[in-house]
């Protein structure tokens, strides 16, 4: 951490900074200019509130050096961690796609799209059951029913399945049904949760708040494997800006900023960020192109009467034209990805 | 509901979207212009999922009517409400100012806090009990015996009290010790944490999340209320933009555009908004002109050894005399504010 | 200037960097502790083009230290400055009300509006002659007819006059009719048209940009001031945000920041920043309560039928019942203010 | 356009709306349900200031239904439009790459950056000759000398050349030496600069404003449009979003939506929007993946003494590696791309 004195900052003013830093047991490393002074601090910053050194006379502003996560931090952990999910593999050599209804609504709705999913590629089966919606009077989610349902279509088609959980309780159900769970992106900074998820022993999916910061984002992350949960992967799937013409703004280029800051694996939603069924090819293209781990789509068999985010759903024709056009693209990306269906022919 | 049609939609596009507004208990109306077809839905909206019609072939969009938030609705209910905290009343003829710690740190810190912002005029003393921070490392508060303090602290000042809320087990003990519940702007729209605030009986303050729309808020309030609980207050604390300068950007203009749509009580932050105590007073003054019903602002003993938050936080001189400055704005806002240690000259 | 390198940065890495910094001509300071190395960078900065150190192995990231504006930063000159347009004084002691249509209709629309304005209390007439839209196909101004009109309704009321220009061929004819000209918010980093502002000799009002930051705005200025001319007033109109419920999000806070960083007077445009007649009062007095130097407000004879921004001018009637409400708020904020019909009472 | 009326609009308010419209020569469809009344308004819309209708009396809002731009608008040109530059073609069928450096800095860079990117399959040279720098103490652009190295590049290797305007001195100016002109994002909305950039007669690169939505770029397309040049290409280049791990956020998923709304060609800019040239090879990969008819991208022989944003430019042996990872991308993309050197092995 660097204090930049303001210009002609007084000598007293520099003294009562730091006699702060060595009264926590820190060192000041004093570096006097022609125009400011600036004051390096060296040690264990976790013993200080430093944002506190901004009230201090004549400072300027503060400046952090390191990074405020550790486990999550590639500095620390330069080899790409591999998250298994189920019999799955998330990490730098597979394509992993995660392919379902936004809501789950029904068993033979669940099967009939599982089946389908697992036929055109995908390797793990999403499915809503805990639905957190914007209105209270919308549908939100069958609950435990829900979860069961996912572990019949997981047994029968051999797909790993994800749900998201938004209580303790729902974590308490998903561990005993599902193979890993989600936190929504409205739940990214519910700090209860995420170190709940991180005692749940079941690998985590966290998605990106809507305005979260990178930084922020990986601070979520550290706060589940500093529960000893080192298995996260991370979910961009846009963030809200001022455009309107999709309904989140796609932040593709986290996927590359997570590579350089990040040993875990990041996938894309590009369901969810664009909010159009239209748009979901091209930006499922672009997540692979630019080196995400994997991809959430949402699929439906029948999107005009999807209980949630219809608009979005692909139906089971354009997902399956989909994965068989990302094939290439996930060849030259050096992934391994196999469309099941194939082998069948 | 409107649905809007494609230049040049077909006829049997049309019939459709028609046909499944009806085969959903609904009314629909037709209009066709020379350029564009319009489709006016009439009904009871929750029988469908209205946005699933922007699958159907040549719709082009959906444009809603009616709001999703009726209870915090100020068109069903037009009077201005009254929330009532211990024994402060927050609406439209009072100015209340809601001060303290951002976190509970020790017993004698809070009673020495509690008896200078009382003394100033506030009428509730804030104080965080259970912290939500950034990162797991940071200090997460004192959480029960925090509460136990505020308690004492309220009964010694004769102040009203109120303590943020971020777990069910939270809100549980909260119940016991204070006399208003705060929802933190991360936790918006943790929505079994609203409906649990919704039931516990207490008064709730609901921060306004970083991203969330003005709709999303109302929403959330709206969650709360439709447990049967009445009294929420919303506080503006400033919402995420490009800017950089003050931490967030105060959304001013949220306390009409509120004053417009609701007839929920509103308050203003200008504390976490700006992040700086050097534009806290500034704001203060902005956010009583501008009608707000009442202010939240941090207070500490000693800012730079706050354990949390002390470049935002007042002194207890700054405070007492940003006090003083505020009490002629009140008037001329038409509002009721006594600063205490008046009566004592 | 401040350069951090990477935890176990190469020793040949920071010699390279010192080298470059020396080899323009500049000094360096080596700070090495135990986490990172810090290399500080003193002395005249323009000649290196500083971002380039970031491609340098094993840099971190840079940290400027000073403001890159000079003229316009409060550092060097800490008395505040006064601006002249005509015989109106824009600075700290006086609230100054720009005020009329948005776009000159006709001459009698103008003469009476300035009528009306001044007996309001407005001291300067604003009328927009060339008007940026964004379509082609709206109403775009009457050009130099318009400033005509402008000067005539200057003259017969003894206001001063205020009017955008776009172009270097509109700040030509400025000059010869109004006494001052305002550049708009989608020209603000238009620097050939801030320079020839700047040439004019008339003084300026800057309007921020929509996504403007406080530092690219205050630069923006400097271009005008490093022509030689130093009369310049910042004029806060709103910013992009994700929120629609206003046009745009006024950021009320950027008052107090300018009035720490600039000496250069800033006002507040609470019509732009809206969209909407309904929350100019309420922003107008934030405005005055936070320490704005002056206002902008838009006001029309007809806003049903304004040929731009109808939605948010106000009637003669509201701007005559706003200018009396502001009053006692401009006494509160120590601001002399005086609406002219008061005398004839 | 739609007038929404407020639920329980008085019969006079309604009339009243009518009245209005009729009297500007349109027609009003009247549609009265039980919660709303809405009145669709048909007949040529420049004919009046729709907006204004907000200020009627219980109007709720008012819907577009028809976008104000017609030239740039898919809906009448359902066919994609070739843009032609010297002699390359941008459109459906071409991956069209322009490379070079940001600021011409002496004849001898610019003619060896010339040959290097020709080399690697660059099809048209940019490089900045007027600069619009934040700051006024920036390198701004060696101007019309810049342009004349510029034209002698392009006669020597063959390549079609691009150039930024500022203004109409340097239009002027660029109709001489290049074959295409840019207009950038800080003047995207300069009208006076579009509108003559409409008469030059040549091509013009449109760059996407920081914070112009995408109704907004296309409409200042229509500017160009207009004035009879139908030559616009449309250039992604990153918006202002609150997230600062890359300078801008690249909007990949304009793309996709510029594919729907327009004929005109779409390219994307990796290296303005991400602002570090570590991240643009995976960001031209997205652009490709997804759609994207060219890319502009950023190269200097020496970026660590760039003069203007060397901290994105790649060097030769970067951007050489990066085309030849793109042809295979550009293949699955169904777009013809060339490696000039290939041809010598």
Redesign the interface.
Known sequence: M?V?MK?GAAEESVKAVIS?IESNGLTA?L?Q????T?I?V?GDK?RL?T??????KDV?RI?P??E??KLANK?FHPEPTRVKAGNVVIGPDTMTIMAGPCAVETEEQLMCIARAVKDAGASILRGGAYK????????QGLEEEGLRYMKRAGEETGLATICEV???DAIEAAVKYVDMIQIGA??M?????L?EAGRSGLPVLLKR???A????WL?AA??IM?EGNPNVVLCERG????????RN?????????MK?KTHLPIIVDPSH??G????VP??A???????ADGLMIEVHND?????????Q?LTFAHFDQLTRELA??CS?AGRSFQIKSEGKA
Chains 1, 2, 3, 4 share one sequence.
């Open positions: 660097i930049i210009p702060y490393h570096s200019g022609k125009e400011v600036i390096g060296v976790t509130s944002e506190n050194l901004t009230v201090y300027d400046v050096v390191t405020s996560y500095k957190p919606r914007t209105s209270p009077y919308s549908f938004v209580s303790l409205r739940n900074q519910n700090f209860i949760l170190r708040g809507l305005c910061t990178i930084d922020e601070n550290e706060y500093s963030i809200r800006t001022f455009e309107t013409a999709t703004t796609l932040d593709i280029s986290a996927v590359p900023v350089e960020s664009t159009s069924y239209k748009y091209s930006m293209k672009a997540a692979v192109a630019c080196g999107p005009a009467h999807a209980l949630s985010d219809g608009p759903s290439p693209f030259l």
